[in-house]
């Protein structure tokens, strides 16, 4: 399935159930970017008049917090530290590893949708540098084995579909 296409009547239900509650404007995004893993840029226009607020103010809001994307994602979203602690303990070898393993650069998706490579500041475990998180699972301590052995299990997950 293209994740470009979404259903476009289960939207509508998600925006139905805040209707009139301006201040549930990021709930609504996030349930939105949950069931659809982005916020389709054509669901600004309706959450904007269900809110009574400007399109730009959705907008607005979308763009400032970085976790709302407004393109799609892959199925698991690797994000490698880049932290102090994790640059320190060798996340710079880390993320060419992942580069070269998923084939993608900082901000891509591979073309099936599986796989998306972010970086961040900081994941919060810094006890466990160097790490990364696969969408909410977080990876510690890690290795060129250890992050072969992480990709490999999520890859085995595609093919279980």
């Not at 399109?55 to 490698?80: D, E, H, M, N």
């Not at 932290?83 to 580069?99: D, E, F, N, P």
């Not at 510690?140 to 579909?161: A, F, H, I, M």
Request: aromatic letters at 10%.
């Amino acid at each position: 399935m293209d994740p470009t296409q979404f259903d476009r009547s289960r939207l509508h239900e998600i925006i139905e159930d805040y209707r009139d509650r301006k201040w549930a404007l990021i709930p609504l995004l996030q349930e939105i970017q949950e069931e659809f893993g982005f916020i389709p840029p054509e669901s600004i226009e309706p959450v904007s008049e269900a809110l009574n607020m400007f399109a730009s103010q959705v907008q607005g809001v979308i763009t400032f917090y970085s976790g709302f994307s407004l393109k799609p994602k892959g199925r698991c979203v690797l994000r490698v530290c880049r932290g102090t602690a994790c640059h320190v303990k060798g996340s710079r070898s880390i993320l060419r590893l992942v580069k070269k393993e998923l084939n993608l650069e900082e901000g891509e998706t591979s073309a099936d949708y599986q796989f998306t490579l972010e970086t961040v500041a900081c994941l919060g475990a810094c006890f466990l540098a160097p790490t990364m998180m696969v969408n909410k699972d977080y990876f510690g301590r890690l290795n060129p084995t250890k992050v072969v052995s992480v990709l490999g299990e999520y890859r085995k997950d595609k093919e279980d579909d």
